[in-house]
């Protein structure tokens, strides 16, 4: 949404649910409630819509019958996801039809945390936010910033951060980023001018370091690796403390000590530099500052032997696999992973990652990291108005670049402890559970114990719920429309999800919540800001209130009166027109040329794109070359594409060796590997590291029996020699103990994990009883992590913590 700023003063830099007159309702009373609702409805229809039970967002048709979503099954029409729906989003189901779902409006008559809600109408609920928000802003002069808020990553989470960011004018939003993959979008952004996504369907050599693409998340890049490799056509690495599944497909499988491949990409880059087996042409035309990185990197001695001590991975394997990889290249590409930051040094690691795949010219290239195309949108504006009071977020000098999405786990601590530079009265958190998501979970308590306001939007009754005084209850994503989407790639598509059935109970989509709660806290919150800025004060003595107000965009509720349909409809037909509007709303899907390009070629293969249509390469070349014809000319070799040069998305228009801005901030402007970062595991403990499966999102999916018939819950994997020692067996419960917390799980004695390593799948280990199947599954992960960061974004660093384990 594009905001226009409308004043000339910019805003300053265990637990369980019992419900008071409630009753639970059985999967028998839940359907035929909905079907009692849908007496007028079409007895079948098939509803394009986008799932929601993981980030990736694959396109799916909803079938209903009776008014009963009864099937999910893939869209073809979607190039993303092409013709795919994994497990989970099968189950998608069952988050719609979960007996333990939110069904209305909740407010806490105990104290908090101990799960004592009555139920509430939603007038009742906004009244309440209504009442709390107009005493702390009061008492806070206000300071909009005193209300922070969350939000977990979905097509809705704009809609919430236009409320809470643009109109109500807090400056302390917090995501996901920073409790997973803020440091590798931002260190191959800064380096290579974008993130990308590596073309696992052209690449000939992969490395895949840490990431577990064949368990942890199914997608159809993920099959078109594991088709192409043991000797098919890609081979492929796979570099990880433990021999997972992905491992177990992988050609070569390198066992590797949490928190050394810093050390490990620097030894390739060394080998690939000394030996002079990187691209010459390549880099002379597109690197700047290459010989500043080239001395560092030489004289530094980052050789295979050095990192061999740290890394535990032999001199010659390192040799070897950087000899392949650019023996391979430019179809060669370090994976750049989609989870979490390991440790201290993650930005140092995701730069070099970046920089070795460039040396070998695998940067917008087919078979190398492809950075796609986008569809526009059109745009939707609101007025923001500026508060003179609001004061600038409380973590800005946490880390080097706190961006506006903040350090989760930093922000936490400066509220838990007391060290805010001004009181953070209150907080909305929007489809997000940092009470198990955000690393030490007592410090997460301690947080929201200090707010005198807590408002949760979810759709379950989650960990983080029991700690709000307000809980607002959204319907799932089959029961509601959200924002239309452009997804890049290299076959771009805008795809929508439509709403399959109308919100059960007395739950509402997102909008509207945010439509309702404006209304109620517009002219209130308005009469604050009167009492207390003075540029409000000023501008009064010569201009009309009441016209003052709904121009400078002091009305809440302005960006919310539509109905979100319209809104797609008006952001989608300024670009393609009504013709093209149409085949959206009824394949779910639209790109140009979209239906001539379709074909079905078997039963479960479909084209989106022809192959010379498919967007590879899209930088500028600098080269005399007709772009449009020649990048797309089939039979040209990927090699002499990745010789031309190039305009990268990045200020000096090539490959970023030296990051002179970043020295300035005082942080290494090149990769450069400290031992006073690696954290070291003392004798007889273990550095804790965790994971996910394709069957579980996170904890969002904890509560889904579908899923958990799959898993019901997690065990830790321990060195099978290791347990053997401290007598632990197969089954056994064990105590497993951090600086910060300890937690019980079973035992998973292994030789598939190296020593003085654990390692448990997060996503477990709910204590809301409200949550009927998840309650006390396994162990959550984040209870026992320890709360530091990295020095660059303030990531959460989530492989750094020290654990001791016993047999209970």
């Known amino acids: 949404m594009k905001v226009e700023i409308s004043r000339r003063r910019f805003l300053q830099g265990s637990v369980a649910l019992s419900i008071v007159g409630g009753t639970a309702l059985s999967q028998t009373s839940i359907l035929a409630e909905n079907a009692k609702k849908s007496k007028e409805l079409p007895l079948l229809k098939q509803v394009p819509t986008i799932c929601e039970m993981c980030v990736n967002k694959c396109a799916a048709i909803a079938t209903v019958k009776n008014g009963i979503v009864t099937k999910l099954d893939p869209n073809p029409y979607f190039p993303k996801s092409r013709n795919m729906l994994c497990a989970r989003g099968v189950a998608g189901i069952h988050a ?72 109500f004018g807090s400056s302390n939003f917090l995501n ?4 997973c993959l803020q440091t590798a979008v931002s260190g191959y952004t800064l380096t290579i001018g974008g993130y990308g996504q590596a073309d696992l369907e052209n690449a000939k050599y992969v490395i895949m370091a840490g990431a577990n693409r064949a368990e942890a998340i199914l997608t159809p890049d993920t099959m078109d690796m594991f088709k192409r490799t043991r000797g098919r056509g890609m081979k492929l690495v796979v570099v990880d403390p433990r021999f997972t599944n992905s491992a177990m497909h992988a050609d070569t499988y390198v066992p590797i000590k949490p928190g050394t491949d810093l050390a490990f990409v620097l030894a390739l880059t060394y080998v690939a530099i000394s030996d002079q087996i990187y691209n010459r042409s390549y880099v002379a035309k597109n690197f700047v500052d290459f010989d500043k990185y080239k001395k560092h990197i030489i004289e530094n001695e980052y050789t295979p032997e050095w990192a061999e001590k740290i890394t535990g991975i032999p001199a010659a394997t390192i040799c070897k696999i950087a000899h392949d990889f650019m023996a391979n290249a430019p179809q060669a590409v370090y994976y750049q992973g989609r989870r979490t930051t390991w440790s201290k040094n993650d930005f140092q690691l995701r730069r070099a990652m970046a920089l070795f795949s460039a040396l070998g010219g695998g940067i917008d290239v087919k078979g190398g990291i492809v950075f796609g195309k986008k569809l526009p949108l059109g745009e939707h504006t609101t007025t923001a ?16 670049v706190v961006g506006a999405t903040g350090t989760w786990v930093g922000w936490r601590n400066m509220v838990a402890e007391g060290k805010s530079p001004y009181p953070i009265r209150g907080m909305f958190v929007y489809k997000q559970n940092p009470m198990l998501s955000v690393p030490n979970t007592a410090k997460t308590r301690q947080m929201f114990e200090k707010m005198d306001l807590v408002v949760v939007i979810d759709t379950m009754p989650s960990d983080t719920a029991m700690m709000a005084d307000v809980i607002l209850p959204e319907c799932t994503y089959l029961e509601r429309e959200d924002p239309v989407q452009s997804f890049a790639g290299i076959e771009p598509a805008i795809a929508v999800r439509e709403k399959a059935i109308d919100p059960m109970y007395e739950t509402k989509p997102v909008i509207e919540i945010m439509r309702g709660l ?5 002219k209130p919150l308005w009469e604050i800001t009167k009492k207390y800025d003075e540029d409000v004060q000023e501008e009064l003595e010569d201009t009309d209130e009441e016209e003052f107000y709904e121009e400078n965009g002091f009305d809440l509720s302005e960006p919310f009166m539509h109905s979100q349909e319209e809104t797609n409809k008006h952001l989608f037909v300024e670009k393609y027109g009504e013709e093209a509007w149409g085949i959206l709303r009824e394949k779910g899907v639209f790109y140009p040329n979209m239906l001539s390009y379709f074909k079905k070629i078997d039963n479960n293969t479909y084209q989106c794109y022809p192959k010379d249509r498919k967007f590879y390469s ?21 090699v002499d594409i990745a010789d031309l040069k190039r305009s990268f998305n990045t200020p000096n228009k090539k490959v970023e060796c030296y990051l002179g801005s970043m020295e ?48 019901r819950e997690n065990y ?28 019980r799980i079973k035992a998973y004695p292994t030789p598939k994990i190296v020593p003085q390593t654990v390692f448990y799948i997060h996503g477990f280990g709910a204590k809301s009883e409200g949550l009927t199947f998840a309650y006390r599954n396994g162990a959550s992960d984040n209870e026992i992590i320890e709360d530091t960061i990295e020095p660059v974004h303030g990531c959460a660093n989530m492989h750094d913590t020290i654990v001791s384990i016993k047999k209970v």
């Open 96 to 167: 719609l039809y979960d007996p333990d779902r939110l069904k209305y409006p909740l407010i806490r008559t105990g104290q908090r945390g101990d799960g004592k809600y009555r139920r509430a109408s939603w007038d009742e609920a906004y009244a309440f936010i209504q009442e709390k928000l107009v005493k702390i802003l009061d008492e806070e002069k206000d300071n909009r910033s005193c209300i922070g808020y969350c939000a977990g990553e979905g097509l809705a989470e704009h809609t919430f951060k236009t409320f809470m960011a643009d109109k």
């Open 385 to 400: 108005p500026m508060y003179a009071q609001a004061k600038p977020r409380i973590d800005k000098n946490l880390a080097a």
């Open 176 to 179: 996901h980023s920073t409790i």
């Open 716 to 743: 830790i994997w321990i060195n099978d020699q290791e347990a053997k020692a401290l007598g632990i067996a197969f089954g056994d419960t064990v105590e497993v103990s951090s600086r910060v917390g300890r937690v």
């Open 518 to 522: 404006a209304q109620k806290l517009s």
């Open 664 to 711: 300035s901030r005082g942080v290494d402007p090149m990769p450069t590997w400290k031992d006073e970062e690696f954290v070291k595991v003392p004798s007889g403990q273990f550095k804790f590291i965790s994971g996910r499966h394709a069957q579980f999102t996170q904890n969002s999916s904890q509560n889904n029996i579908m899923l958990l018939e799959l898993m």
């Open 618 to 638: 899209v930088l500028k070349l600098e080269e005399e070359y007709d772009a449009e014809t020649f990048l797309h000319d089939l039979c040209v070799n990927p």
